[in-house]
């Protein structure tokens, strides 16, 4: 890294062209340590997103890691990446998974404050000088020679490039579903990006739909922590990142709770009003990440299913409740929280949904992640 970037600007203030190594389009985890990587290289890289202040947000679950995911954050962490240093800024519950079993099984995980998390990889990415972030909307991919050569933002400004790097997430033509009702959105309080997927499809790539959901959040402070038993996490927490010698935020515990019976006939009896079981959704969902609504059907012989209560913050009275996500109305999700041990009188601050969205079949790409030019007309 070489000196300190503040090169940090609304493209309206600026030229209506301009030219970088490199153009990356999203700022979540991916479009972070792309534009790293890339500034890291010596390239000089603009990192467009709709927002600055929305770069780092931590879309669902606020945690790193897991059963092989935490291997592949090391991996990045070993590349100079920097996830591993920012969760070791923002995590406040530390745990290895599978701790009893060999170390090829073992998951490092943490859990982190969201804001914490946000602003440290926003941190991180003013070290390196050749990246700029420009706040706007990739609208349209300039093509010419069968090469991508600049991307067009929603304003008119074009910023012109020797390579693109898509990150879009859930964002392409993304749709919301709450039971029967849908809105057009990336997530929660952001728009879709309809015009850069209908581009994708002018160019020829070949796009499929999936889809994933998120749970309801809830306030802490209206959960009967009392009767729930407690999980608490490593002591001594162990970083992720090869560079961090310690842990020094304040760690927290989670609490432990289980859906009844009770919980799974409500969802049983309203499973026609989920928006995936009701037709509402084509895309495919994530396999080891099952909606509670997947769960009651898929284990129908089961009386339970365990919940983890995990705080989204030191100083926020958000929880998120890992193992509900649900696309069921609002009305259903009311009734279900109630049969749930320790939730009976939670309130509820935002609903759980399920969001569908657009990507590019993995089978149109090179093993560089790069298009086939065949495959743009």
Not at 54 to 75: F, W
């Amino acid at each position: 890294m070489s000196g300190r970037s503040e090169q940090v600007f609304h493209v309206k203030q600026d030229p209506v062209d301009r030219s970088f190594d490199v153009v990356i389009v999203g700022g979540g985890h991916a479009g972070t340590e792309a534009a790293a990587a890339a500034a890291r290289l010596g390239a000089s890289v603009a990192l467009v997103t709709h927002r600055w202040d929305s770069v780092g947000v931590m879309s669902c679950n606020p945690a790193i890691g897991g059963l092989g995911k935490g291997h592949l954050v090391g991996e990045i962490d070993a590349l100079d990446g920097i996830m591993a240093r920012a969760i070791d800024r923002a995590g406040i519950h530390f745990k290895m998974l599978n701790r009893s079993k060999g170390a090829a099984v073992r998951g490092p995980r943490a859990q982190a404050d969201r804001r914490l998390y946000q602003t440290a990889i926003q941190d991180l990415l003013r070290l390196y000088s050749g990246l700029a972030v420009v706040e706007g909307e990739v609208v349209d991919l300039v093509v010419e020679d069968g090469r991508a050569s600049g991307v067009l933002l929603s304003g008119g400004q074009r910023i012109s490039c020797g390579a693109i790097v898509l990150t879009t997430g859930t964002f392409l033509r993304g749709v919301i579903h709450v039971g029967h009702q849908r809105q057009s959105g990336g997530r929660v309080g952001e728009a879709a990006a309809d015009r850069l997927s209908r581009r994708l499809l002018e160019l020829g790539l070949p796009l499929g739909r999936l889809k994933t959901g998120t749970p309801a959040r809830l306030d802490g402070r209206t959960i009967d922590w009392g009767g729930l038993d407690r999980q608490v996490g490593d002591d001594p927490p162990e970083p992720f990142s090869f560079m961090t010698d310690a842990i020094s935020n304040r760690q927290i515990a989670c609490g432990i709770t289980h859906t009844t019976r009770a919980t799974h006939d409500i969802i049983g009896q309203n499973l026609s009003k989920s928006a995936m079981y009701s037709g509402h959704i084509e895309g495919r969902g994530p396999r080891y990440c099952p909606s509670i609504e997947d769960k009651v059907v898929r284990f129908s012989d089961r009386d339970r299913h365990q919940i983890f209560l995990e705080p989204e913050g030191l100083d926020d009275p958000l929880v998120y409740p890992n193992g509900l996500s649900t696309s069921l109305p609002a009305e259903v999700q009311d009734a279900f929280f109630a049969t749930i041990p320790g939730l009976e009188h939670a309130k509820i601050v935002r609903y759980g949904y399920a969001i569908e969205y657009d990507y590019v079949d993995p089978r149109s790409l090179h093993p560089t992640l790069e298009l086939d030019r065949k495959s743009v007309v």
